[in-house]
């Protein structure tokens, strides 16, 4: 039986799109099954007392640093947000309901909006941007902004946040390989090795 990686991610964590970006291709080398699990970041963070990085600024400018250092390693493209940090509750909420309801359209859904966040370095809280992105990628915005407000769509985000917390997730991106957590996209060769 092929061993399978639990990615637990929210969108608004510029080293969770850098893990989205390497994680199927360790997964396809090893055999293994990707599974993503979204949650709410603000949730993991309030309930741990954690905080992001940018809340200390010398700790910020060289997280940025150093995710730059990883882009490059990775060969992959990352633009500073200068609307970082962002509620991501209606993103994840609208992520949550497009794994729930359209699961055939979710890896197209995700792929669209780390491209905008993370690519493009578009402001995702607000609800007129979201729309241009998703009509762009062929979404219907009102259909998605159904899904935020759907009760089994935000009770399944609030069951996964509080499941990551009771597994120990304190941050993005977290990924369980094996039961074995692994924090940050800089353990990914951890990840790999445990996957082998």
């Not at 949730?43 to 010398?58: C, I």
């Not at 997730?169 to 353990?187: H, I, K, T, W, Y």
Request: proline share 6%; with cysteine; charged share 20%.
């Amino acid at each position: 039986m092929s061993k399978t990686v639990e990615f637990y991610f929210d969108l608004g964590s510029p080293a969770t799109y850098l893990a989205y970006t390497q994680l199927p291709g360790i997964c396809a080398q090893t055999g293994s099954q990707l599974i993503y699990i979204p949650i709410l970041l603000g949730g993991v963070f309030k309930a741990t007392g954690n905080a992001s990085p940018v809340t200390v600024p010398a700790k910020g400018r060289y997280m940025f640093q150093d995710l730059d250092r990883y882009a490059r390693r990775y060969g992959v493209t990352l633009k500073y947000n200068p609307n970082f940090p962002i509620n991501t509750l209606m993103l994840m909420r609208a992520v949550t309901g497009m794994q729930l309801r359209h699961p055939q359209r979710f890896q197209a859904f995700i792929d669209c909006l780390f491209y905008a966040l993370w690519l493009e370095a578009r402001s995702l809280d607000d609800p007129a941007t979201v729309a241009t992105v998703l009509t762009r990628h062929g979404f219907d915005p009102d259909e998605v902004l159904a899904l935020t407000t759907d009760e089994e769509v935000k009770a399944v985000l609030k069951a996964n946040t509080e499941q990551a917390v009771e597994r120990g997730v304190f941050g993005a991106p977290s990924m369980f390989v094996d039961n074995q957590l692994f924090f940050g996209q800089d353990r990914l060769e951890f990840v790999l090795e445990a996957l082998r």
